[in-house]
């Protein structure tokens, strides 16, 4: 399976824009690149994916580099809600296999 | 709509008791999940359902039995627990539509075997 890397932890200040990093050099075609966030105490939640082309949403965009052997989330404004463990992951569209990893913990500071 | 609803909440076992987490759902999705998390630790796939009347063995299925009792309920059975199992235990249901699909979560099982 494709394998993703992501820093341990980030630190942002509040509202200001965030940008988490992922990489995944062995990601083959087909495969969908998911962002899931965790917050305390909680399951984990969608934040957005995509294949090839950027994508936006209303909590987030992912902008996707041109090899697609990384991408980025990016949180326009950080809020003391936004922190999480975020956890990028791969995976073929349908399949009900999701690896999630260790993920980033993101850190906001007022 | 509730979403992803789980029962217990947190639940302390002794080691070799037995016990079933519920999980239900009422958003009609078909596909149906069991994960598991380690402190520190990303989700692991114990037990999945594509849809009523199927399960398979996800990563880590030793140790655990299911049941889809009907499209809305997935059940997770440890028949003797271990303090290897302690864990949070979380169910998630799936849905597609438009070639996206999202997994939604429900709050979680604290287990404590001792």
């Known amino acids: 399976d494709a394998k993703t890397t992501q820093p341990n932890s980030m630190e942002s200040n509040e509202e200001e824009p965030v940008h988490l990093p992922c990489n995944h050099s062995?990601?083959?075609?087909?495969?969908?690149i998911h962002w899931y966030r965790q917050l305390p105490s909680q399951g984990p939640e969608y934040v957005i994916h995509g294949l090839t082309s950027n994508v936006n949403n209303r909590m987030a965009s992912l902008a996707i580099a041109e090899d697609r052997k990384s991408s980025t989330l990016i949180l326009h404004r950080a809020t003391l809600r936004d922190a999480a463990v975020y956890y990028c992951?791969?995976?073929?569209?349908?399949?009900?296999?999701?690896?999630f990893g260790a993920g980033t913990r993101l850190t906001v500071k007022p | 709509n509730a979403g992803v609803t789980q029962t217990p909440k947190f639940q302390v076992l002794k080691t070799g008791q037995s016990m079933t987490l519920q999980c239900a759902q009422d958003?009609?999705?078909?596909?149906m999940y069991w994960y598991r998390q380690d402190p520190g630790m990303g989700l692991r796939l114990i037990y999945y359902s594509a849809s009523e009347g199927t399960t398979d063995k996800g990563e880590v299925p030793n140790g655990y039995n299911v049941s889809r009792l009907n499209k809305r309920e997935f059940s997770l059975r440890l028949e003797s627990a271990a303090p290897s199992q302690t864990s949070v235990y979380f169910c998630?249901?799936?849905?597609?539509?438009?070639?996206?699909?999202?997994?939604?979560f429900g709050p979680g099982t604290r287990l404590l075997v001792l």
């Open positions: 992951i791969l995976r073929l569209f349908n399949n009900n296999d999701m690896r």
């Open positions: 062995t990601i083959s075609g087909t495969d969908y």
């Open positions: 958003m009609n999705h078909n596909s």
């Open positions: 998630a249901s799936r849905r597609i539509r438009d070639r996206k699909e999202t997994q939604y």
